[in-house]
């Protein structure tokens, strides 16, 4: 999803600042936004880790950008009796953590600088409706997301700074095709994913792209209204 959003924000004329821990794929993904001939600057970084988090801001100097995106994130099947302190703190480092620190720096440099911004955070249908079992920590840190985006709508509305979050559905990833090969070896994913499909109105999957044109438009003056917006990209599985 955040490939495809990268794409949908370089067409649309956006300059962009891609953060990932995996140097490979931002060096892969940089050459497919040849094309839309715009600036493309590229930070390998451990968003689970504060101190790089503040290092990627300081070192941003005295450029702002004006929108934020924040798509990382991971889910790991663990049943809630078996998990432990650190294999907790590792999914919350990225799924909420890693948001958090990344608005509370957006918002101090658009204060800063006296100029409006954009939030749009990725959550999941999980932080309202846990349909899988052995997401516990997951559904915990997407629905703390959730409560972040509302809470930094209602602060720093006044103050120019919109933000909003989705909640993408089942969507085709390199993370949800592993647990998809995994549901024929597990008869209790293959469960998960039988309910899952006998409650989704569309009846298929969605496609990143699916999920970047909302992030697009939740990000632009089309949506100028909507902060504190909590927007499934569903199919519809949220309303069965």
């Not at 070192?59 to 650190?86: H, K, S």
């Not at 909640?167 to 549901?183: D, M, W, Y």
């Not at 999920?211 to 599985?237: E, Q």
């Amino acid at each position: 999803m955040g490939a495809a959003t990268a794409k949908r924000f370089a067409e649309a004329g956006a300059n962009l600042h891609l953060l990932d821990i995996n140097e490979t794929g931002l060096e892969a993904l940089r050459e497919e936004l040849t094309e839309f001939q715009r600036e493309v600057e590229l930070h390998t970084i451990d968003l689970t880790q504060k101190e790089e988090i503040d290092a990627f801001w300081l070192n941003l100097g005295e450029q702002a950008p004006d929108i934020l995106v924040n798509n990382a994130g991971m889910f790991p099947f663990r049943n809630y009796l078996e998990t432990d302190e650190a294999f907790v703190d590792k999914v919350m480092a990225l799924n909420l953590h890693a948001v958090y620190w990344m608005c509370q720096n957006f918002i101090r440099r658009c204060l800063k600088q006296k100029k409006p911004g954009v939030i749009v955070n990725i959550s999941s249908i999980e932080a309202q409706l846990p349909f899988k079992a052995d997401l516990a920590h997951y559904t915990v840190g997407k629905a703390a997301v959730i409560a972040l985006t509302r809470a930094l709508a209602r602060d720093y509305g006044r103050k120019g700074i919109r933000s909003n979050v989705i909640l993408p559905g089942g969507i085709v990833t390199e993370g949800t095709k592993s647990a998809a090969k995994l549901a024929w070896r597990d008869p209790h994913l293959l469960k998960d994913a039988a309910y899952f499909w006998s409650r989704l109105p569309l009846g298929r999957l969605g496609q990143p792209d699916e999920v970047a044109r909302i992030t697009l438009v939740l990000a632009s003056d089309l949506a100028s209204y909507m902060n504190g917006a909590v927007v499934p990209v569903d199919g519809g599985f949220l309303s069965a």
